[in-house]
């Protein structure tokens, strides 16, 4: 779906290389920046106090197209934005005569960024005498993720060990009974495994022996069956609409969720009508009771809770006919 | 004192040429043979009046004897010998050092001018290397045949071609387009400020090396990249005709003499010509007059003329080589064109020198090299210096910064390059007997990003001696995820440490290389001299990985996040749905939306759409809709629809029939829709199915 503007747009490739970081004029590693995955992790173990980071940015615009085009003007900005703050800080590009490149510095504020900033770069000029048209843009932003130790695109929910009886957080003392919980309250969601349930993390992590890994393996399935259920709720109780009440689809870890999930509730529909369905029936209720169990079977497939279960019971199997022999 | 030896030497070789013994000029001169013997060593000189007499007896001027530019007396007879043939009736049907090569262009440069670098003479300057090729017809190629003495070679290649071995073969394609296409290929190699083929006519030397003897290294120093004298053959496996013609000019004086020592040899297979058997090599040159070699054709200290006939003349006096290998050809078989085997040598020498030919601020660079193609004297690809940053920016930067001392510990800046110190315990040699002391050699890792037009990447180029390339290392368990990158390993002399440490780390190297000198293993000559070989070379490499991993590899993911793995990956968010992605295909898309504001302010669109088939109609309704950056998007209603192809509109709906692959309609909007004005926002065209319900 591209968008279609009533004035010449650059059809050509623009290019954004991050050359360097810094941390509070301390340069970062280069190993914390992917241009393979166009991600810079702007975190460092030792400090977590940062106030400013500071990304070098060299851009290559199509600039043949550009010379000969009927745009005046033309500048070159980068444009750092994070949906969860709110954040737009646009930083103006330079080039130097003779340079074929346009450089520049970002700078990213600790406290105006909550987890994964996008930086894209737009081409302005003016066009039939109006200013400020955007005539061109990256195709693929850049992911500044001011959380991750390393430069990966992908994100993996975070999965915790937490003492819920004992622990230091408060609010996990009511659920000390719960083996564990699906937290998707935060930026990401999160898997919390309750250390005092007796067994359980030992059970997940080291598991010896047919029978024990065999169980092991239908406990994760149940948590991640639970977890994919909980997470498609999340995401879809979160959603923003265009003016007519189509929703739209969210972005981030939501995205992922649903378009993995909605395909197995609503098979045949494409995917922005099964998001407009799955809005419409959880609103007004109708076919929401059964669609439930079409959500809780995608969920419990994609945990592959029924494949963890037929090892589970054969492995139990096994073990009670093994002395009978 | 000097100038009594040039005189004693320069006799010595009067008298030989003339058959002339020391008894009877002596006897001659009316003098003892003890005197003619004492100018001829170099303790003394002959007195004026006895220069006129000897001057006649040469048949020469007094001038001649004292300036000693030239030879007395007529020229010799330049000619072909051919050895005879074994007695014991043995026959060699080719030159086995020659089949130990790919006889292709690029594994001539990479030999020939890995030689010529491990003959640099000044260590201040480059050693410069020049390849021409040239190719001969018509009248040019009749006087360069002459001055070959052509006639003399003929009966020998007709015979020799006649077998039916490899060679015979070979030479009969050769002969075949030097008759039918009438031209001819000359590949010359020139390298000066080398050391030029010193030394005797049949002892030991860097001359018989290359003229006499086969598989015989000779090189001067412990620094040499070549170890097993066979990059020579690449010249006469370069050559069609199995011919290559030498001039030299010598950094030591032989026979008194430095400037155009010329050779020219032969290397046919065993043959008979006229009832004679011969051998297999023949050389161009001088007979000698030696008894016990008579008739046998050595090198001769040709005039400017005769270099020029046999297109071996040198630009300027600087020692050095030059190589002509006659009927060059490529075997690789790809490059045909001047040009294209103009580019192919570029190529070659670029690859495999890169190292050679970079320089530092203060350090110059140990190699320089250029092209050039002539047709009958004409430029047809004038000379073209080779510059390294053409095709290996990333690794001639990576160089030059440690040549510069620009390194950095940690890599922080895409135009930084990072130096790591890799340890390497050398074993000590067998021979040293028990309780001796190995050495620690530190060699030098250097990092530094890819550049974008790089081929090859995100391997250890490997090099030691003269920064000579010996393999690409791909290394292991750097873990995923990792940006191009290009590393460069200096090991021994390549370091530009000149410790015991570096002479016992070039030394197990070099040993550790197989005659392709292509990478680092276990040789048989590296077990024989060394304890405990092939451990030390699997520690070293696993020293070069961590030390790389060290640069660019990412840290661990911290431990908190993690979870236990039977978990995470039931729980990937980002992987693909296995099942999903085939769906999507099912519906109908919009492919391409092309528009305009008209004069009233409303947008045109003209939609096209990609329908996949399927056994009932298509009901769909077109929507569109104005961008924005955020927030939810305004719609817009269509005040007209318009059917273009292969669909009908029925109450602004598009009905598109079963059997349809793609559609196109047409639609303008409803200007009192428009939130703002038509030019101030862009527009997007998006398709639902009609649903039953909301009708």
Redesign the interface.
């Known amino acids: 779906m591209s968008t279609v503007y009533a004035y010449p747009t650059l059809a050509g490739k623009i290019e954004i290389t991050v050359r360097g970081a810094s941390m509070d004029g301390k340069p970062l590693q280069l190993s914390l920046i992917s241009q393979r995955d166009q991600v810079v992790a702007l975190h460092q173990i030792e400090r977590d106090d940062w106030i400013e980071g500071v990304l070098d940015l060299e851009v290559s615009l199509p600039s043949d197209e550009l010379d000969e085009g009927p745009w005046s003007g033309v500048s070159c900005v980068a444009v750092l934005t994070e949906g969860a703050t709110n954040t737009r800080v646009v930083s103006r590009l330079e080039r130097r005569r003779g340079d074929t490149h346009w450089r520049g510095e970002v700078r990213v504020r600790r406290s105006m960024h909550a987890a994964r900033a996008l930086l894209d770069v737009s081409v302005v000029g003016s066009h039939g005498g109006v200013d400020g048209r955007v005539i061109g843009r990256t195709d693929t932003s850049w992911v500044v993720d001011l959380l991750a130790r390393t430069p990966t695109r992908q994100r993996d929910l975070e999965i915790l060990e937490k003492d819920f009886r004992d622990g230091p957080e408060e609010g996990l003392r009511r659920f000390a009974d719960a083996p564990w919980l699906i937290d998707t309250t935060g930026d990401l969601p999160a898997v919390l495994i309750n250390t005092s349930f007796e067994g359980l993390p030992e059970l997940l992590s080291g598991a010896r022996g047919p029978l024990e890994k065999a169980t092991a393996g239908m406990v994760a399935a149940q948590i991640a069956g639970e977890a994919w259920a909980t997470m498609f709720h999340a995401a879809l109780s979160d959603l923003e609409f265009d003016e007519d009440g189509t929703p739209r689809f969210p972005g981030g870890w939501r995205e992922s969720v649903l378009r993995s999930i909605l395909p197995e509730v609503f098979p045949g529909l494409p995917l922005p009508e099964a998001l407009a369905e799955a809005h419409s029936c959880r609103g007004d209720g109708r076919g929401w009771a059964e669609i439930q169990a079409r959500i809780h079977y995608a969920a419990g497939k994609r945990g592959q809770v029924p494949k963890n279960l037929t090892a589970t019971i054969r492995a139990v199997q096994r073990a009670q006919e093994g002395p009978r022999r | 004192m000097e100038d009594i030896e040039d005189f004693g030497v320069w006799l010595g070789r009067q008298l030989r040429r003339n058959g002339i013994s020391q008894a009877e000029l002596a006897q001659e001169l009316k003098l003892t043979r003890a005197a003619v013997s004492a100018w001829v060593t170099g303790r003394a000189r002959p007195r004026a009046e006895v220069l006129a007499k000897i001057a006649k007896i040469l048949e020469t001027d007094v001038a001649t004897l004292i300036t000693r530019d030239s030879d007395a007396g007529s020229d010799r007879p330049i000619d072909w010998y051919h050895r005879a043939a074994h007695q014991d009736g043995g026959r060699e049907y080719g030159n086995a050092a020659v089949f130990a090569f790919d006889a292709n262009l690029a594994v001539l440069a990479r030999e020939v001018t890995q030689n010529s670098l491990d003959e640099r003479l000044d260590p201040e300057r480059p050693v410069r290397v020049r390849f021409t090729l040239h190719e001969l017809t018509g009248e040019h190629l009749h006087s360069f045949l002459s001055a070959l003495k052509w006639d003399q070679l003929e009966p020998h290649y007709a015979a020799a071609a006649q077998s039916r071995h490899k060679v015979g073969r070979a030479l009969a394609e050769g002969l075949r387009a030097l008759r039918d296409d009438s031209s001819l290929l000359l590949l010359r190699v020139d390298d000066y400020n080398a050391s030029g083929l010193t030394g005797p006519e049949y002892g030991d030397g860097r001359y018989a090396a290359v003229v006499r003897r086969q598989l015989d290294s000779h090189k001067s120093n412990d620094r040499a990249g070549g170890s097993y004298g066979l990059g020579k053959a690449t010249l006469w496996a370069a050559s069609r005709l199995g011919l290559v013609l030498i001039n030299s000019t010598l950094s030591e004086a032989y026979e008194g003499r430095t400037v155009r020592r010329v050779v020219g040899r032969l290397d046919l297979p065993w043959r008979e010509v006229d009832g004679v058997a011969y051998a297999g090599p023949a050389w161009l040159g001088e007979p000698d007059t030696a008894r016990e070699r008579e008739g046998v054709s050595r090198s001769w200290w040709a005039d400017e003329r005769v270099v020029a006939d046999l297109r071996l003349d040198r630009d300027s006096d600087d020692p050095g080589t030059s190589f002509l290998v006659v009927g060059a050809h490529d075997a690789a078989g790809v490059n045909n064109t001047l040009e294209d085997l103009h580019a192919a040598l570029g190529r070659a020498l670029s690859d495999n020198f890169w190292a050679a030919m970079t320089s530092g601020r203060t350090t110059p660079a140990m190699l320089e090299a250029s092209v050039r193609a002539l047709r009958n004297g004409e430029f047809v690809v004038p000379e073209q210096r080779v510059d390294p940053l053409g095709r290996h920016p990333a690794l001639v930067h990576a160089l030059r910064a440690f040549l510069d001392g620009d390194t950095v510990e ?7 390059v990072a130096a790591r110190d890799v340890a390497f315990a050398v074993p000590p040699l067998r021979a040293a007997g028990r309780g001796a002391e190995g050495h620690d050699h530190r060699a030098v890792l250097l990092v530094t ?1 890819a550049a974008d037009k790089d081929e090859k990447h995100s391997r250890i180029i490997c090099m030691r001696g003269t920064r000579m390339s010996v393999t690409a290392r791909s290394p292991r368990s750097l873990g995923a ?4 990158f290009q590393a460069v390993l200096l090991a021994g002399f390549a370091t530009g440490d000149d410790s015991s440490a570096t002479h016992a780390a070039e030394a197990f190297l070099r040993a550790a290389e197989p005659p392709e000198h292509d990478r680092w293993g276990t040789t048989e000559e590296l077990t024989a001299a060394y304890a405990n070989a092939p451990r030390r070379l699997t520690e070293f490499n696993a020293a070069m990985d961590a030390a790389l991993r060290g ?5 661990a ?2 431990q ?9 990956k ?5 992987a ?2 296995a ?2 992605n085939r ?2 295909l ?2 109908p898309l ?1 492919d391409r ?5 008209d004069g009233d302010g409303a ?1 045109t ?1 003209d939609v096209t759409l990609s329908v996949p088939h399927r056994d009932g109609r298509w009901e769909l309704l077109p ?1 569109v ?1 104005f ?1 924005v950056r ?6 817009l209603e269509w005040a007209e629809l318009s059917p273009k192809e292969n669909c009908q509109v029925v109450d602004g709906r598009l009905l598109i029939d079963p059997d349809v692959r793609s559609a196109r309609f047409g639609g303008v909007t409803a200007v009192r829709s428009h939130p703002v004005a ?9 398709i ?2 009609a649903r039953e319900i909301s009708a």
């Open positions: 940690e890599l922080t800046d895409s135009g930084q990003p995820g990792v940006d191009p640069v660019v590899g990412r840290r993911v911290g908190d996040s993690t979870g236990p793995e039977i978990l995470r039931l729980l990937r968010i980002d693909p749905a099942a999903s769906r999507g099912g519906h919009v939306v092309v528009g305009k504001v947008w669109l929507v809709k961008d955020s927030g939810g998007r305004p719609s038509a030019a101030m926002a862009g527009v997007i065209v998006d639902q199915q």
